[in-house]
T-cell receptor
Framework: DAGVIQSPRHEVTEMGQEVTLRCKPI?????LFWYRQTMMRGLELLIY????????DSGMPEDRFSAKMPNASFSTLKIQPSEPRDSAVYFC??????????????FGEGSRLTVL | GESVGLHLPTLSVQEGDNSIINCAYS??????FIWYKQESGKGPQFIID?????DKRQGQRVTVLLNKTVKHLSLQIAATQPGDSAVYFC????????????FGTGTQLKVEL
């Protein structure tokens, strides 16, 4: 079975450009999470969705960040305009909310973003 | 000025020895705890979980201990192998507040041959 699929794996862009990161969760999972990982802050939860509905976006840094989940099989995280401090690895994860192991998140390989 | 990154605690063990990785969690209301392993260049991977009504749970070569009194969690790895080298994170959830998983800062485990 395919795991969580993220794209792109690597992106290098210039400050001010729009960045869109994509995620396809595991089929049948009803929760989707976006995390950011940096050396400074570790793993931070940005936003999560249950059944395609955003539940908690308190971790989204500022208005430059937005996330959508138009259907159960696709989510995007957009940064506009991007800044050098947004450089990080962005992880998408999915899980089966309400299942026995609701804390078992399945992570993608991550999207490494570098903003110059 | 110079930025300062997280200084991950590092645990170095000899191959074949047992490893104990510790974690202090923050929310006394958290009722579900999980350990994740992250290898270089990959996303975190679930290892084992424990609910707050338990104080010990065993898996294959791993044991998680929970001490709610002092908000402490530990992961024990038996007969540590080179493939166990990774960063280990504990995570907590307060299930009454949804399924928001909060991760700790992580511990780097290095297995020496």
């Amino acid at each position: 079975d395919a795991g969580v699929i993220q794209s792109p794996r690597h992106e290098v862009t210039e400050m001010g450009q729009e960045v869109t990161l994509r995620c396809k969760p595991i089929s049948g999972h009803n929760s989707l999470f976006w995390y950011r990982q940096t050396m400074m802050r570790g793993l931070e939860l940005l936003i999560y969705f249950n059944n395609n509905v955003p539940i908690d976006d308190s971790g989204m840094p500022e208005d430059r960040f937005s996330a959508k989940m138009p259907n159960a099989s696709f989510s995007t995280l957009k940064i506009q305009p991007s800044e050098p401090r947004d450089s990080a690895v962005y992880f998408c994860a999915s899980s089966l909310y309400g299942g026995v192991s609701t804390g078992e998140l399945f992570f993608g390989e991550g999207s490494r973003l570098t903003v110059l | 000025g110079e930025s300062v990154g997280l200084h991950l605690p590092t645990l170095s063990v000899q191959e074949g020895d047992n490893s104990i990785i510790n974690c202090a969690y923050s929310n006394s209301a958290s009722d579900y705890f999980i350990w994740y392993k992250q290898e270089s260049g990959k996303g975190p991977q679930f290892i084992i979980d424990i609910r707050s009504n338990m104080d010990k749970r065993q898996g294959q070569r791993v044991t998680v201990l929970l001490n709610k009194t002092v908000k402490h969690l530990s992961l024990q790895i038996a007969a540590t192998q080179p493939g166990d080298s990774a960063v280990y994170f504990c995570a907590e959830i307060f299930t009454g507040g949804g399924n928001k998983l909060t991760f700790g800062t992580g511990t780097q485990l290095k297995v020496e041959l």
